[in-house]
């Protein structure tokens, strides 16, 4: 894993936005595996920037999300389906039927995991963006997750409930569960970008680079993955 240490929010989001750029610019019809949460929302304001004074075209971009609540429909402001679309989706000129996020009010949970899986197989993506849970997770691949896990429904760990009550009006709002893309799925993709940034990741960052692969901290297993960046600014880089 290559890490990498910016100045601050601003830069990580730069970088990671250069390369997503790129990307797209040499192959039009990439497939991007996105996120959602406050980490990558300056990545996705440069994107959005970028599209309108320079042109880069999304049109034939397919992207996949990580995960969804259970129990929230696309149209709720909470979901993570609503999030995209307005953080992103919406300003740039993709075709809203090229984004895949799991249906959170899935009448049938296997069936809606097995329908994931068999996207992500069908979609190989180019890059995988993922944020860092306080607690180690990526996606909502809580700790002790098994590596090999693909699409399921998880139980939302206490800190992670607590991390996201930010966004609802009280933590009693926050769903208890939510759809996930599994580690093993994840770890498909030919690159991988993990940022982090602030004090509040940068305990969770310092024991991450220490490369014991151990899934008591989810993210580590990306020391497995040849081709992973881990962006940082210097307040989440603060403990290395
Ligand atoms: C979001 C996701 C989560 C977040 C992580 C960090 O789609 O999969 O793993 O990336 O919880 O969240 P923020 O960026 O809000 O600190």
């Not at 039927?97 to 799991?102: G, H, P, R, S, V």
């Not at 580590?220 to 081709?227: A, P």
């Amino acid at each position: 894993m290559k890490t990498i240490i910016t100045n601050d929010y601003e830069d990580m989001s730069e970088k990671a936005a250069q390369i997503i750029i790129e990307t797209v610019k040499e192959k039009p019809n990439a497939v991007l595996g996105l996120a959602t949460g406050a980490t990558p929302m300056g990545l996705y304001r440069r994107l959005v920037a970028d599209h309108k004074e320079m042109g880069t075209s999304y049109k034939y971009v397919r992207t996949i999300n990580l995960d969804e609540y259970v129990g929230l429909t696309k149209v709720n402001p909470q979901s993570y389906a609503y999030f995209m679309y307005e953080n992103l989706f919406c300003h740039i000129d993709i075709a809203l039927k090229n984004t895949y996020i799991e249906n959170g009010t899935a009448l049938d949970s296997m069936i809606e995991c097995k329908r994931y899986d068999k996207m992500l197989n069908k979609l190989p993506r180019d890059i995988q963006l993922l944020g860092l849970g306080s607690n180690g997770h990526i996606a909502f691949n809580e700790p002790y997750t098994s590596f090999s896990s693909t699409t399921h429904i998880v139980n939302l760990a206490e800190n992670t409930i607590k991390d996201n009550a930010i966004y609802f009006d009280n933590i009693e709002q926050v769903p208890r569960q939510a759809y996930t893309m599994g580690i093993k799925s994840i770890m498909k993709a030919k690159q991988i970008i993990i940022l982090a940034s602030g004090f509040k990741k940068a305990e969770i960052v310092s024991k991450l680079v220490q490369g014991n692969v151990d899934s008591a901290l989810p993210a580590s297993i990306l020391h497995n993955h040849c081709n992973c960046i881990l962006i940082l600014d210097k307040e989440a880089a603060s403990k290395l």
